[in-house]
């Protein structure tokens, strides 16, 4: 399988709407029994307040790097045939997708795990922001699944190897983007992704 291996990352600009069917055509196949998609809309409230539009910024390529590394440490934990993920940046309005997720694998368990732990880890740790329009104000938002990351990695002594100190000093292991990092034992690979 790992000669048909097929992996798609795309970060949209602004004004661009994801097409659901093509990533959906593109992860489909003969060899593939299962499709699992997830699509993330903006919804019309929060907490009480009435959503207007969502609006997302992103460092580019360092999202993009980290989108495939979500996607490379997926296939090394279930048996998938192709990988599809897009998430759109600038103003997304109320019932448009933002981010999309397909994954195709020859069994249905593999490619809905495989799906959800891609978007969890998306959401956790790529350097894509997200502000909230109201019809009464804004504000920048944090996802759940990175506040639960950063809070993880300052519980286990700061960041990788829960604060171990290791007889090189530097070495390299996934960090908190699912990125491979070069990572000081004083510093402990804590990287600053929120926004400036």
Known sequence: M?????TLVEILEE??????????????APQAGAIATFSGTTR?????????????EAYVPMAIRCIKSICASAR?????????????????????????IAVSATHRADALDACKFLIDELK??????????YSNGEVWKENSEFMERRFELGKNGGGCCNGRK?????HSRKGCCATKVKVNDERAGVLDISPR
């Not at 019309?44 to 997302?56: A, N, P, Q, S």
């Not at 956790?124 to 329009?133: G, L, T």
């Open 2 to 6: 790992a000669g048909e291996e097929k």
């Open 44 to 56: 019309d409230t929060f907490e009480g307040k009435t959503v207007v539009e969502l609006r997302y």
């Open 15 to 28: 004004n661009n709407q994801i097409d659901l069917a093509k990533y959906i055509n593109y992860v489909s």
């Open 124 to 133: 956790a740790s790529v350097p894509i922001w997200k502000k909230e329009v």
């Open 166 to 170: 290791t007889e090189t000093k530097t």
């Open 76 to 100: 090394s934990s279930w048996d998938l045939h192709s990988i599809a993920a897009v998430h759109r940046l600038g103003t997304v309005p109320v019932g448009e997708t933002s981010v999309f």
